[in-house]
Protein backbone atom coordinates (compact mmCIF):
# COMPACT_ATOMS: atom_id res chain seq x y z
CA UNK A 1 0.00 0.00 0.00
CA UNK A 2 1.03 3.47 -0.73
CA UNK A 3 -1.30 6.42 1.42
CA UNK A 4 -4.24 3.80 1.29
CA UNK A 5 -5.52 4.98 4.87
CA UNK A 6 -9.62 5.81 3.40
CA UNK A 7 -9.53 2.57 1.69
CA UNK A 8 -8.30 -0.27 4.62
CA UNK A 9 -11.22 -0.29 6.96
CA UNK A 10 -13.09 -1.14 3.83
CA UNK A 11 -10.59 -3.58 2.44
CA UNK A 12 -9.65 -5.29 5.69
CA UNK A 13 -13.45 -5.93 7.12
CA UNK A 14 -13.89 -7.76 4.12
CA UNK A 15 -11.60 -10.31 4.39
CA UNK A 16 -12.92 -13.97 4.49
CA UNK A 17 -12.01 -16.03 7.24
CA UNK A 18 -9.25 -18.00 7.36
CA UNK A 19 -7.00 -15.42 4.96
CA UNK A 20 -4.47 -13.26 7.01
CA UNK A 21 -4.40 -9.90 5.90
CA UNK A 22 -0.75 -9.12 5.39
CA UNK A 23 -0.04 -5.10 4.46
CA UNK A 24 3.30 -3.92 2.99
CA UNK A 25 3.47 -0.62 3.27
CA UNK A 26 5.94 1.10 0.94
CA UNK A 27 6.13 4.75 2.13
CA UNK A 28 3.08 6.09 3.20
CA UNK A 29 3.19 9.53 4.92
CA UNK A 30 -1.10 9.33 5.63
CA UNK A 31 -0.89 7.18 8.91
CA UNK A 32 -2.00 3.74 6.62
CA UNK A 33 0.54 1.73 8.76
CA UNK A 34 -0.92 2.29 12.03
CA UNK A 35 -4.50 2.09 10.55
CA UNK A 36 -3.81 -1.14 9.60
CA UNK A 37 -1.85 -1.85 12.41
CA UNK A 38 -5.04 -1.03 14.51
CA UNK A 39 -7.48 -2.93 12.42
CA UNK A 40 -5.55 -6.39 13.12
CA UNK A 41 -3.19 -6.46 10.02
CA UNK A 42 0.13 -7.59 10.09
CA UNK A 43 2.17 -4.51 8.58
CA UNK A 44 5.46 -5.13 6.84
CA UNK A 45 7.66 -2.28 5.92
CA UNK A 46 9.43 -1.96 2.70
CA UNK A 47 11.48 1.40 2.25
CA UNK A 48 12.30 0.56 -1.42
CA UNK A 49 9.38 2.46 -3.47
CA UNK A 50 7.94 0.04 -6.36
CA UNK A 51 5.06 -2.39 -7.04
CA UNK A 52 7.96 -5.19 -6.69
CA UNK A 53 9.64 -4.44 -4.33
CA UNK A 54 6.68 -4.45 -1.98
CA UNK A 55 5.14 -7.73 -3.64
CA UNK A 56 8.69 -9.43 -2.82
CA UNK A 57 8.49 -7.98 0.86
CA UNK A 58 5.04 -10.04 1.41
CA UNK A 59 6.05 -12.84 0.14
CA UNK A 60 9.22 -13.08 2.15
CA UNK A 61 7.32 -12.05 5.27
CA UNK A 62 4.45 -14.08 4.25
CA UNK A 63 4.03 -17.81 6.60
CA UNK A 64 1.39 -19.52 4.82
CA UNK A 65 1.48 -22.07 2.53
CA UNK A 66 -0.11 -20.37 0.01
CA UNK A 67 0.29 -16.66 -0.46
CA UNK A 68 -2.34 -14.01 -2.21
CA UNK A 69 -1.68 -10.80 -3.97
CA UNK A 70 -4.01 -7.84 -4.33
CA UNK A 71 -4.04 -4.04 -4.25
CA UNK A 72 -5.12 -2.69 -1.16
CA UNK A 73 -7.23 0.65 -2.87
CA UNK A 74 -10.57 -1.01 -2.51
CA UNK A 75 -11.08 -1.56 -6.54
CA UNK A 76 -10.71 -5.34 -5.95
CA UNK A 77 -13.11 -7.46 -3.02
CA UNK A 78 -11.29 -9.55 -0.79
CA UNK A 79 -14.30 -11.69 -0.58
CA UNK A 80 -13.90 -12.82 -4.07
CA UNK A 81 -10.01 -14.34 -2.95
CA UNK A 82 -11.21 -17.52 -2.17
CA UNK A 83 -12.32 -17.91 -5.68
CA UNK A 84 -8.03 -17.48 -6.54
CA UNK A 85 -7.49 -19.69 -4.45
CA UNK A 86 -9.29 -22.68 -4.96
CA UNK A 87 -8.10 -24.02 -8.16
CA UNK A 88 -4.58 -23.67 -6.67
CA UNK A 89 -5.56 -25.28 -3.10
CA UNK A 90 -7.02 -28.08 -5.36
CA UNK A 91 -4.15 -28.70 -7.34
CA UNK A 92 -5.59 -27.29 -10.81
CA UNK A 93 -3.66 -24.95 -11.22
CA UNK A 94 -0.19 -23.63 -9.95
CA UNK A 95 -1.02 -19.83 -10.66
CA UNK A 96 -4.41 -18.76 -10.85
CA UNK A 97 -5.48 -14.58 -11.90
CA UNK A 98 -8.31 -12.87 -10.88
CA UNK A 99 -9.55 -11.53 -14.30
CA UNK A 100 -10.96 -7.78 -13.51
CA UNK A 101 -14.65 -7.70 -14.75
CA UNK A 102 -14.71 -3.65 -14.21
CA UNK A 103 -17.88 -1.84 -12.73
CA UNK A 104 -18.73 1.40 -14.79
CA UNK A 105 -15.96 4.54 -14.10
CA UNK A 106 -13.45 1.79 -13.11
CA UNK A 107 -10.82 0.86 -15.41
CA UNK A 108 -10.06 4.11 -17.64
CA UNK A 109 -9.98 2.97 -21.66
CA UNK A 110 -5.88 4.02 -21.83
CA UNK A 111 -5.45 0.67 -19.51
CA UNK A 112 -7.82 -1.38 -20.67
CA UNK A 113 -5.61 -1.41 -24.17
CA UNK A 114 -2.81 -1.56 -22.47
CA UNK A 115 -3.65 -4.96 -20.28
CA UNK A 116 -4.93 -6.18 -23.41
CA UNK A 117 -1.79 -5.79 -25.59
CA UNK A 118 -0.23 -7.05 -22.91
CA UNK A 119 -2.54 -10.00 -23.03
CA UNK A 120 -1.82 -10.67 -26.40
CA UNK A 121 2.25 -10.52 -26.12
CA UNK A 122 2.20 -13.02 -23.19
CA UNK A 123 -0.08 -15.63 -25.37
CA UNK A 124 2.38 -15.23 -28.42
CA UNK A 125 5.41 -15.07 -26.36
CA UNK A 126 4.62 -17.85 -23.34
CA UNK A 127 1.38 -19.56 -24.77
CA UNK A 128 -0.38 -18.40 -21.73
CA UNK A 129 -4.13 -17.33 -22.57
CA UNK A 130 -5.05 -15.03 -20.06
CA UNK A 131 -7.40 -12.16 -20.65
CA UNK A 132 -6.22 -10.31 -17.75
CA UNK A 133 -2.72 -9.54 -16.07
CA UNK A 134 -4.99 -9.01 -13.04
CA UNK A 135 -3.04 -8.37 -9.56
CA UNK A 136 -5.22 -10.63 -7.85
CA UNK A 137 -3.35 -13.83 -7.81
CA UNK A 138 -2.53 -16.73 -5.54
CA UNK A 139 0.50 -19.76 -5.31
CA UNK A 140 2.36 -21.58 -3.27
CA UNK A 141 5.09 -19.86 -1.75
CA UNK A 142 8.02 -21.69 -1.92
CA UNK A 143 7.60 -22.38 -5.29
CA UNK A 144 7.10 -18.51 -6.28
CA UNK A 145 10.02 -18.05 -4.15
CA UNK A 146 11.90 -20.12 -6.44
CA UNK A 147 11.11 -18.50 -9.47
CA UNK A 148 13.52 -15.54 -8.20
CA UNK A 149 11.67 -12.62 -9.60
CA UNK A 150 13.86 -9.90 -10.25
CA UNK A 151 11.69 -7.13 -11.23
CA UNK A 152 10.83 -4.50 -8.10
CA UNK A 153 8.57 -1.92 -9.96
CA UNK A 154 5.27 -2.16 -12.13
CA UNK A 155 6.92 -5.58 -14.05
CA UNK A 156 6.84 -7.61 -11.04
CA UNK A 157 3.39 -8.93 -12.50
CA UNK A 158 4.45 -9.66 -15.97
CA UNK A 159 7.53 -11.32 -14.64
CA UNK A 160 5.41 -13.75 -12.80
CA UNK A 161 3.25 -15.03 -15.45
CA UNK A 162 6.52 -15.24 -17.80
CA UNK A 163 8.67 -17.38 -15.28
CA UNK A 164 6.02 -19.53 -13.76
CA UNK A 165 5.59 -20.10 -17.80
CA UNK A 166 8.87 -21.14 -18.54
CA UNK A 167 9.04 -23.41 -15.17
CA UNK A 168 6.25 -25.37 -16.77
CA UNK A 169 3.13 -23.74 -14.10
CA UNK A 170 -0.39 -24.24 -14.97
CA UNK A 171 -1.82 -20.57 -14.88
CA UNK A 172 -5.06 -19.51 -15.48
CA UNK A 173 -7.63 -17.23 -14.11
CA UNK A 174 -11.36 -16.74 -12.81
CA UNK A 175 -13.35 -13.99 -12.76
CA UNK A 176 -13.51 -11.25 -9.85
CA UNK A 177 -15.52 -7.92 -9.70
CA UNK A 178 -13.40 -4.51 -9.95
CA UNK A 179 -14.58 -1.33 -8.52
CA UNK A 180 -13.85 2.36 -8.42
CA UNK A 181 -10.63 2.61 -6.01
CA UNK A 182 -11.09 4.33 -2.93
CA UNK A 183 -10.69 7.82 -2.53
CA UNK A 184 -7.81 9.22 -5.34
CA UNK A 185 -6.67 7.67 -8.22
CA UNK A 186 -4.86 5.04 -9.41
CA UNK A 187 -0.95 5.09 -9.44
CA UNK A 188 -0.83 3.01 -12.55
CA UNK A 189 -4.28 3.11 -14.42
CA UNK A 190 -5.89 6.87 -13.29
CA UNK A 191 -3.37 8.28 -15.20
CA UNK A 192 -2.31 8.17 -19.21
CA UNK A 193 1.53 8.54 -17.70
CA UNK A 194 1.13 6.02 -14.56
CA UNK A 195 0.11 3.28 -17.49
CA UNK A 196 3.02 4.72 -19.81
CA UNK A 197 5.25 3.99 -16.56
CA UNK A 198 3.79 0.34 -16.44
CA UNK A 199 3.87 -0.23 -19.77
CA UNK A 200 7.68 0.53 -19.72
CA UNK A 201 8.33 -1.59 -16.65
CA UNK A 202 6.52 -4.30 -18.57
CA UNK A 203 8.76 -3.85 -21.85
CA UNK A 204 11.80 -3.96 -19.64
CA UNK A 205 10.56 -7.51 -18.47
CA UNK A 206 9.48 -8.88 -21.54
CA UNK A 207 12.90 -8.30 -23.41
CA UNK A 208 14.83 -9.15 -20.46
CA UNK A 209 13.26 -12.49 -19.69
CA UNK A 210 11.83 -13.64 -23.43
Known sequence: MLDEAEALPVVLAAFPAGFEPLVVDNGSTDGSAGVARRLGARVVSEPQR???????????????????????????????????????????????????????????????????ALALQLRRRAGVRLTDLGPMRCA????????????????????????????????????????????????????VSGSLRAIRDMSAVLRSVA
Request: aromatic share 6%.
Open 140 to 191: AREPLLALELRDRAFGWPLEMVLRAAAAGWRIGETPVGYGPRAGGRSKVTGS
Open 50 to 116: GFGAACRAGLVAAAGELVCFMDCDGSLDPAELPAVVDPVAAGELDLCLGARRPRPGAWPAHARLANR
